[in-house]
């Protein structure tokens, strides 16, 4: 069995290139995803924030910090790491996910993965707000 870099490479072009379809997929996905929440997308960014405050707060007197250096520390680090949790975690099922489309349609299978991380990139901006 040898590799087959090409067909790979070939792959990932064509899922790069058809860029109007994995970024309306990933919205759609966000749309369907916090369709009957009161203030959809946010919802988890608000409860992240929560989250950063009091552990922030807590953990800032624990260890007699000054909580307005210690929070951007601890914000900055909470963010990058739910969105790095988000794409491992999601990342495992792409392609479970995605079984239907894979057996039914012919496109390049690259275009679940653009789609995965262009929907976490989303919420990760979501969330950057938090830091702001």
Known sequence: ???????????????????????????????????????????????LALFIVTLGVLWARLWHQDPK??????????????????????GCNTFIGGETLIKTLTFPYTLLSCVTVWRNFIVFLHNALIFV
């Open 69 to 90: 250096i210690y929070l951007p520390y601890l914000c900055s680090g909470m963010v990058t790491w739910v969105f790095i949790s988000s794409m491992i975690t999601e």
């Open 1 to 47: 069995m040898t590799p087959q870099y090409d067909l790979a490479l070939d792959d990932f072009a064509r899922a790069v290139g058809h860029v109007q379809i994995w970024m309306r997929m990933g919205w759609l996905e966000i749309r369907r995803r916090y369709r009957r929440t009161l203030i959809g997308p946010f919802w988890t960014s608000f409860s």
